[in-house]
């Protein structure tokens, strides 16, 4: 359990974390999300002790940061930004340095480090420098070496930054096997990341938590959230199609052709239009409801800050 | 304690890892041999004795010992490890001992590695060896003076190039600070007691005696004192900077 009250960070007169407040639960997997500089690094810094709040109070496994950081810090991986690793080591050494670390012996430390190499695919890499790896297994040591002592707090920042849609995909695969009894805190600007393995989002912009709920809450700001998009496949009269009960709004895409159809209060208008569509015999060829556009909530979330 | 042995054992690894150990043993122990025999004239003195050979370390490690430290803690802000090994459970103070243990062993197998010179000295005549141990043991805690000085300035900076030329000017003001140079810009208007409180702060006054075999409290608490000021001075700055 993370409790954390008006956590405030200042660079000199640059406010970079403004009075945060949050708790989160064992079996969260929260999602910060924010514009570049927004916040979030800071914010897990100071969640993982490496730095010191300049106000407020970080409470986790029930002690309080300033008294219990080595013992908290027992509890925490921490991926730090950029995955940052120890060039000169191979990838067996380092992860054998971090299992020291981590108080891990003998046949432990090494059925743990067989276990995590498997996890993330290490084992054609495991003896050369990491200085030598690519972007993409730096930054799966930077997970292995976070995973290794099976931490209760998981704490990622930008996990898969860097890596290609497969190992991307791979990252979220395991953060969602993860036991289902420990809170994972990711950070990322990958807007479906969120969607695709968190049950939390936060979101942080200019030191501000401004929306923190699920991601289908955040969907449902979106003015797309079960909307529905059609086309047809030569032209017709689609004036009938804005009259609907229950459809707010129209909108013709010029260039695609595409007519989306906004309802009322999110309800779901599906069957009313494939009625019409039916009624009048309308050509359509594409007919599918929006899950709700998360950029463009993104934008109007962090927009409307930046804009005050 | 047992986070000091690990970090020791990780640095120790790194320094081996990269030529940077083996350079520096093979440049200690080449410069080493040039300044004791043909500026020491260790041959022609005709005394079996080490004392040319010792009276060049502070001058060595002028220069030697601030390359070995200055990669400590600037390469991993550098790098930004510094994040990930203060968010481990390992205290600051513990990783600083693992560095510096681990530089200073390194130091230690320099000077052991000049065991031909003690062979020499003994086939050729019969010297006082308990001077001589006396002396290398001198040298390594000078040597561990040196290197919390440059470990210090290590910590100041992000850059290694900047740390070794830090070191290198505040080692070198410690080493001359008894001598001539120093106290001469002092002499005809500061008090005798400033003078002698600077000159007491020489590396080569304290370190003469050693190398003579006198192993004198005073001295050995002054490295060990000057030792442990510069350590936790990097401490604190570490503490301060690890973020920037």
New interface residues.
């Given amino acids: 359990m993370i409790s954390v009250k008006n956590l405030t960070k200042c660079f000199g007169d640059m406010v970079a974390v403004d009075g945060l407040s949050f708790d989160i639960r064992p079996g969260e997997v929260v999602g910060f999300l924010g514009p570049n500089g927004a916040g979030k690094s800071t914010t897990m810094?100071m969640l993982?002790?490496?730095?010191a709040p300049s106000e407020g109070e970080i409470r986790i496994a029930d002690r309080a940061m300033q008294d219990g950081s080595?013992?908290i810090?027992?509890h925490?991986g921490?991926l730090?930004?950029?995955a940052?690793?120890?060039?000169?080591?191979t990838t067996y050494?380092f992860l054998r340095?971090?299992a020291?670390?981590?108080?891990l012996k003998g046949r432990d430390s090494e059925r743990r480090i067989e276990e995590v190499v498997a996890q993330v695919e290490l084992a054609e890499v495991l003896n050369k420098?990491i200085e030598n790896l690519s972007k993409g297994f730096k930054r799966r040591v930077g997970l292995a070496?976070a995973i290794l002592h099976d931490p209760d707090i998981l704490i990622l920042d930008e996990p898969t930054d860097g890596l290609d849609p497969n190992q991307k995909h791979q990252v979220r695969r395991l953060i969602q096997n993860l036991a289902k009894d420990k809170i994972v805190i990711v950070s990322t600007h990958i807007l479906e990341e969120v969607t695709a393995v968190c049950n939390r989002v936060m979101i942080i912009a200019e030191g501000k938590l401004l929306f923190d709920n699920t991601p289908e809450a955040l969907l449902q700001k979106s003015r797309y959230y079960r909307a529905v998009t059609l086309h047809m496949s030569y032209s017709a009269d689609i004036s009938g199609l804005a009259e609907i009960d229950g459809v707010d709004d129209m909108e013709v895409d010029q260039k695609t052709g595409r007519v989306t159809l906004f309802p009322h209060d999110n309800t779901e208008i599906l069957h009313l239009v494939t009625e019409h569509i039916q009624l009048r015999k309308l050509p359509v060829d594409t007919l599918f409801v929006e899950q709700g556009r998360l950029d463009e909530v993104f934008r109007e979330i962090t927009q409307r800050e930046t804009a005050k | 304690m047992s986070?000091v042995s690990?970090v020791f054992?990780?640095e120790l690894?790194?320094f081996f890892?990269?030529p940077v150990a083996y350079v520096f043993v093979t440049i200690f122990l080449v410069m080493s041999g040039v300044f004791a025999f043909f500026i020491g004239n260790l041959y022609e003195r005709g005394q079996a004795d080490l004392l040319p050979f010792f009276n060049f370390h502070p001058w060595l490690y002028l220069f030697l010992v601030p390359a070995i430290a200055m990669r400590s803690w600037s390469e991993e802000r550098k790098?930004?490890?510094i994040?990930?090994l203060?968010?481990?459970?390992?205290?600051t103070f513990e990783a600083l001992l693992g560095k510096f243990l681990a530089a200073w062993s390194v130091l230690g197998l320099s000077l052991i590695l000049t065991f031909p010179m003690w062979l020499t000295v003994n086939y050729l005549g019969d010297p006082d060896n308990g001077i001589i141990i006396a002396a290398y043991l001198g040298s390594w805690l000078m040597a561990g003076a040196f290197l919390a000085i440059g470990m210090c300035m290590s910590a100041l900076t992000k850059n290694q190039v900047i740390a070794f030329i830090l070191a290198v000017v505040v080692c070198f003001l410690f080493v001359v600070s008894g001598s001539g140079i120093v106290l001469d810009a002092f002499k005809g208007w500061a008090p005798s007691l400033v003078i002698d409180t600077i000159a007491s702060f020489s590396f080569l006054t304290h370190f003469e005696s050693l190398a003579k075999g006198v192993i004198a409290l005073n001295d050995v608490g002054y490295f060990l004192i000057l030792m442990g000021t510069w350590l936790y001075a990097s401490l604190l700055i570490i503490e301060q900077k690890?973020?920037d």
């Fill in positions: 810094k993982t002790g490496f730095l080595r013992v810090r027992q925490i921490y730090p930004e950029g940052p690793a120890y060039g000169d080591m050494q340095f971090i020291q670390v981590r108080g420098p070496q | 986070m690990v054992r990780r690894a790194s890892a990269t790098s930004g490890t994040e990930l203060m968010t481990l459970p390992i205290s690890k973020a």
